[in-house]
């Protein structure tokens, strides 16, 4: 549904939705989706342009992470090797072991590698308010200000993992934009300054996969990763999975580690000036110049340490021509 018009002669408007409750050829891959979006532009003089827009996204869905165990057979003829998981030095019954060659069958193009239970829930939400002043001919004032908002998760049983809990972005930005001749060729110049701020908190576990573990001619609640299985992962607050810690810790009774940068709670604060000119020859030809300097601090620890260690954590300040 889309729509949208004059309110006055100096206000305009729109609203758009769209929504989508959709299954698929593939097994337990579906799509529920709602969207909304609106627009506003207000001109209250001849030189001043107020624009305005927010979007409303939510999602539940899965993503179609199709058969395993890919072969040129399965390709041209759709004969899949059958087979079950054996213990040969991994990790449990999946991890790091094999699986014993059983057969080979006719499979059903829409098989999947997902369990009952399976999917992902996301929600966004951005919005942009947009300041426009024609100070004199050629030269025009802007002023850009952006929000975006974002928390997501999803759970697979072969075993994946991520949850966004909170994720945002601001900024904004003031530019100068002027247009003049010097020496009988023109220039279009773009000057000014933007101010950003960042937060990420995410929790991450893609060290677990076991695609070619499960057998997908098996009944789909077979095809799940006893988490009693998991390894070094850390349950993550409030939610019954869980992720890999975003630094390395000492294990009891073990010499080895590991850590995902994507588990992470990170804060980053920008400042930059920039300006470019683009020359114009003639019709055919111009010369692009530009320059930009950035100012950046950033702060990142891990949310989730394995218990009774300190969170590992860094941070930076530094000038970015």
């Given at each position: 549904m ?16 769209e ?47 199709g058969i ?24 449990g ?33 951005n919005?942009?308010?947009?300041a ?12 850009r200000?952006?929000f ?67 057998d997908?001619?098996m ?103």
């Amino acid at each position: 549904m889309d729509t949208g018009g004059a309110i006055n002669s100096k206000l305009a408007y729109r609203i758009s939705y769209e929504g989508s409750d959709a299954d698929s050829f593939y097994r337990l891959v579906y799509n529920d989706s709602q969207s909304l979006y609106t627009a506003l532009t207000y001109k209250p003089t001849s030189r001043l342009t107020l624009d305005f827009n927010a979007e409303y996204l939510r999602a539940h869905f899965t993503e179609n992470p199709g058969i395993n165990r890919p072969t040129q057979e399965l390709i041209d003829q759709h004969r899949y090797i059958t087979g079950s998981s054996v213990q040969n030095g991994g990790t449990g019954g999946l991890f790091g072991n094999t699986f014993t060659p059983t057969g080979k069958v006719k499979i059903n193009g829409s098989q999947t590698v997902l369990a009952p239970g399976d999917g992902a829930d996301a929600t966004v939400f951005n919005t942009q308010a947009i300041a426009t002043l024609a100070l004199a001919p050629e030269r025009t004032l802007v002023n850009r200000t952006y929000f975006e908002s974002v928390a997501a998760e999803k759970h697979s049983s072969y075993y994946f993992y991520t949850y966004l809990p909170s994720s945002q972005t601001a900024e904004n930005r003031t530019e100068f934009l002027a247009d003049f001749n010097v020496g009988g060729l023109k220039h279009e110049t773009i000057s000014g300054v933007s101010l950003r701020y960042e937060h990420r908190k995410s929790y991450v576990d893609i060290l677990n996969e076991v695609f070619d573990a499960f057998d997908l001619t098996m009944a789909p609640s077979t095809l799940v990763y006893p988490t009693n299985q998991l390894f070094f992962v850390t349950p993550v607050p409030g939610k019954i999975y869980s992720a890999t810690p975003g630094g390395r810790y000492p294990r009891v009774g073990r010499t080895d580690s590991t850590s995902l940068s994507a588990t992470l709670d990170s804060q980053l604060g920008a400042g930059g000036l920039f300006v470019q000119d683009q020359i114009k020859f003639n019709s055919q030809w111009s010369l692009l110049l530009g320059g930009r300097a950035d100012w950046l601090f950033v702060n990142s620890q891990d949310p989730l340490p394995r218990p009774g260690n300190v969170p590992k954590h860094d941070s930076i300040s530094a000038l970015l021509p």
